[in-house]
């Protein structure tokens, strides 16, 4: 019994099956404030609204409803003087969306890949649900660990000419391939961190 759980706790860790819900809480309130913190965010953005884009797979359709929700409950008033306008696209449709942040649901490597090409276009943010698609050169992703931190890949974002403010640097982790290696092989340990930050929220 105990080799089935293991291998249920594996499976969903690797191909985020469970989507955490208090995670997702967390996402809704950084994701729009991390916008801020480029240097140049006022010259890109247009009609006075930041926009936000949650790429997902179908089978996620659900959980990209509830992080729009999410956002859009907190921030029904907008964000100092803009509005935050959430628009969910399917994977599949992601050459089509325009937006200021494309957050990005658990996908293959391809689709990911995809999504920074668009991003790139706009100048935009990208910022994955799990910190182990930074490797594929998302910019901005959560460290879960003894406290919730952003993690920042910092190659890509000066690969796409973003520049962050030296706030957000202090407090962020700095990806690295070395952490990187140690999260792809120690998936059912950052289950375990996601089960614990559930508890402690």
Excluded at 66 to 75: E, G, R, V
Excluded at 89 to 103: D, G, H, L, Q, R
Aim: hydrophobic fraction near 40%; charged fraction near 20%.
């Amino acid at each position: 019994m105990r080799y089935f759980l293991i291998l249920f706790i594996f499976y969903s860790s690797l191909f985020g099956v469970t989507i955490n819900d208090s995670l997702l809480k967390i996402h809704a309130t950084l994701v729009p404030k991390i916008y801020l913190m480029d240097y140049q965010y006022k010259e890109k953005i247009d009609n006075n609204s930041i926009v936000i884009a949650i790429i997902y797979k179908n089978l996620d359709y659900k959980n990209a409803l509830s992080l729009k929700n999410k956002i859009d409950s907190k921030y029904s008033d907008g964000m100092k003087s803009y509005k935050i306008v959430v628009k969910l696209t399917p994977y599949n449709k992601v050459e089509n969306t325009n937006a200021n942040i494309y957050y990005l649901f658990p996908s293959t490597h391809e689709n990911i890949k995809k999504v920074i090409q668009k991003a790139n276009e706009n100048q935009a943010i990208t910022f994955s649900y799990l910190n182990n698609d930074l490797r594929y050169g998302v910019m901005v992703s959560l460290k879960i660990g003894n406290k919730v931190k952003p993690i920042l890949n910092l190659n890509a974002v000066k690969l796409h000419n973003i520049s962050f403010r030296p706030i957000l640097l202090n407090i962020s982790s700095i990806y690295s391939k070395t952490i990187s290696n140690a999260l792809e092989n120690s998936k059912i340990k950052s289950f375990y961190n996601y089960k614990k930050l559930c508890v402690s929220v």
